[in-house]
């Protein structure tokens, strides 16, 4: 089923009574997410992502704005009746069911000719169980099972009516680095299998760009950039979303547009083919990791000389199958920033050097108005 948002606004009265302004938690969002795909809601901690998930669901009711699903307008609809399943941050089980009624629960109150008999609800639960494998649990009590396990529960709870949208608010916070990644992997197989629309809320972008057909990365309420992961990450419309994405970050630093030539510090590094017509300005340029070359490395040119960027070198740092040169520069964008290039490890460099210089990969070079923060080039 397709979600729909037009002009989708939640605005809070400010909780300190003193203060009028209010806080727009979600604003005008305006977009619609596909039928059967997994999308990934990304931002920083109080963008709004939590609030979106909840005027979805029913449980607050937007300010300004209509909601579809499919051609359905459900804005008035109440929570109950709009065929969602949501899991939440804290999985909040029943401590005092077992597995087979905490799942079941979502059953019982089933009004109607929904109604069902204990033998279709533990069919139903079953079933449920089943995707996200954990039928043999089913007389396990929640504080008998690891995060990971409660964690499938809660997924299960949420999937037993079958919804049409599924909701995920941070659903792998509680858990290790590498359940997280297991759980992960477990809720995308689980979308596929079962391709049901849903919405993956976390603040954390590797997580997001893993496993999301589509990412929407927010800001203070108000979307950013939408797109498949790998474009958001090669296309970034902004400074803001530039920074957002990609371990470890994008490097920034100061520079300017001058005379068709790209400069940061004194050295022009990058040309006309890149500037074209671009008008002489101050400007932010990101460059990623990836996207610096050793210099030395390939042609045995020295530092300074034309096209290169020189920076100070303070440390190699040997990672297997790549190496991180860490170095600083004048004109970063936060003085002594340690910045990163990610090299391959057959690149021998002595640490013992002062300085590294590093040719730049034109297309892992973004560069952003000063007054906007939107992007240029
Ligand atoms: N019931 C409420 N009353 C007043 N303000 C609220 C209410 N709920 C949320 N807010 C505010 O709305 C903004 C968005 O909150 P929300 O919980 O949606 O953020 P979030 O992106 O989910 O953050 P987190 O990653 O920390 O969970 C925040 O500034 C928050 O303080
Ligand atoms: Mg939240």
Redesign the pocket.
Known sequence: MKIRFEGLTKR????DKRIKTE?V?VDHFTFEIPDGKLVGLL??????????LNLICGLETPTEGRLFFDEDDVTDIPAENRGVGMVF?SYALYPHLNVKKNIMFPLQNLKGDKKMTKEQMEQKALEAARIVQIEELMDRRPNEMSGGQQQRVAIARALVKMPRVLLL??PLSNLDARLRIQTREEIKRIQNETKITTVF?T?DQEEAMSISDIIVV?KD?AIHQIGKPQEVYDQPKNLFVAKFLGTPPINVFNGKIEGGSLVIGNEKVLGKDFVKDTPNQEVFVGIRPEGLLLREGKDGKQTGSEGAFTTELLAIEVMGRDTSVVFSHTASEIAGTRHRAIVSSDNAIDPEKKNVAFDLNPKKVFVFSKDTQERLL
């Open positions: 809070f009265p400010n909780r806080v938690a931002g920083p901690s109080g963008c709004g992502k939590s609030t979106a941050q608010d941070e809320v603040h927010m309420g």
